[in-house]
């Protein structure tokens, strides 16, 4: 069984930044794409930014510019840097992982809160 493991996650002002990581327990070369997801309450789970094993990446509108997704297959480990947080960055934010070259894969984190004070 794959486990994803998000950390990083707290409380920032507004114009801050935060660095979320995603360990998982299986070496993330064997996943074709990752990502990572938020879902706000009340709201939909969107996919915030993802990564292809070639590094080809993708980003919603709304954080274009601000947050990048990166990979270190060598750590087994999956980033987002998140910079110029904006209160509607507030949010759970997910891990997520498959074997295919679409998103969302099969294996999910449990999820890291992210808070954005204005």
């Known amino acids: 069984q794959v486990q994803l493991v998000e950390s990083g996650g707290g409380l920032v002002q507004a114009g801050g930044s935060l660095r979320l990581s995603c360990a998982a327990s299986?070496?993330?070369?064997?996943?074709?794409?990752m990502g990572w997801y938020r879902q706000a309450p009340g709201k939909q789970r969107e996919l915030v930014a993802g990564?292809?094993?070639?590094?080809?990446?993708n980003y919603a509108d709304s954080v274009k510019g601000r947050f990048t997704i990166s990979r270190d297959n060598a750590k087994n480990t999956v980033y987002l840097q998140m910079n110029n947080l904006r209160p509607e960055d507030t949010a759970v934010y997910y891990c997520?992982?498959?074997?295919?070259?679409?998103?969302?894969?099969?294996?999910w984190g449990q999820g890291t809160q992210v808070t954005v004070s204005s």
């Open positions: 997520n992982a498959g074997y295919q070259f679409v998103l969302p894969g099969v294996y």
């Open positions: 990564i292809v094993r070639a590094g080809s990446t």
């Open positions: 299986r070496t993330t070369f064997s996943f074709n794409a």
